[in-house]
Antibody, heavy 117, light 111 residues
Framework: QVQLVQSGAEVKKTGASVRLSCKAS????????MHWVRQAPGQGLEWMGI????????SYAQKFQGRVTMTRDTSTATVYMDVRNLRSEDTAVYYC??????????WGQGTLVTVSS | DIVLTQTPLSSPVTLGKPASISCRSS???????????LSWLHQRPGLPPRLLIY???NRFSGVPDRFSGSGAGTDFTLEISRVEAGDVGIYYC?????????FGQGTKVEI
């Protein structure tokens, strides 16, 4: 079925890096934009950036420029997000989200990243 | 960045009664292509958000017609005609007219 399956929970030390993955299935991977959104514990939703698997177009929220890298592998229909220099404020659930004509119609289950010293 | 302000932030509701959430944008959400990319999402505890309404008033697949969206420009409303127990959770408005995509702060709906 149509779904996004994300990688498992991560626990990292301050200053470390993490790679999150999001595997798409049930639809044509290169036809839809993919976004990353995060949610700190008890907080709202924060947009991080967008990648278009069809041509590798990428755009990041200014807040994350230089610290986040989004990539895709069309052979496995997977998008990745690397976050470097982790700090405690990066503790959050990270979601990949498919966009269909600008609306977020399909969400991954989320990956909890916990950052501690 | 476009700022979305939701009111109220918390809404106690009564089963079977209507409920309404407002979302006000810091600037018009009408895109140059003529569309207005304002969506509503619903999040239950421990789950990812799910899409309810897109482009102001279009119900997403499987969303009951108890949910309706309206508005234009900078002012938008989500209405639930008759609240059911499964409607509890947090509702977010979201704009996709411009980058960065932004969300309202969320409105917690509880019985």
């Amino acid at each position: 079925q149509v779904q996004l399956v994300q990688s498992g929970a991560e626990v990292k030390k301050t200053g470390a890096s993490v790679r999150l993955s999001c595997k798409a299935s049930g639809y044509i991977f290169t036809w839809y934009y993919m976004h990353w959104v995060r949610q700190a514990p008890g907080q709202g939703l924060e947009w991080m950036g967008i990648i278009y698997p069809g041509n590798d177009y990428i755009s990041y929220a200014q807040k994350f420029q230089g610290r986040v890298t989004m990539t895709r592998d069309t052979s496995t229909a997977t998008v990745y997000m690397d976050v470097r220099n982790l700090r405690s404020e990066d503790t959050a659930v990270y979601y990949c989200v498919r966009a269909d004509n600008q609306y977020f119609d399909l969400w991954g289950q989320g990956t909890l990243v916990t950052v501690s010293s | 960045d476009i700022v979305l302000t939701q009111t109220p932030l918390s809404s106690p509701v009564t089963l079977g009664k209507p409920a309404s959430i407002s979302c006000r944008s810091s600037q018009s959400l009408e895109h140059s292509d003529g569309n207005t990319y304002l969506s509503w999402l619903h999040q239950r505890p421990g789950l990812p958000p799910r899409l309810l309404i897109y482009q102001i008033s279009n119900r997403f697949s499987g969303v009951p017609d108890r949910f309706s969206g309206s508005g234009a420009g900078t002012d938008f409303t989500l209405e639930i005609s008759r609240v059911e127990a499964g409607d509890v959770g947090i509702y977010y408005c979201m704009q996709a007219t411009d980058f960065p995509r932004t969300f309202g702060q969320g409105t917690k709906v509880e019985i």
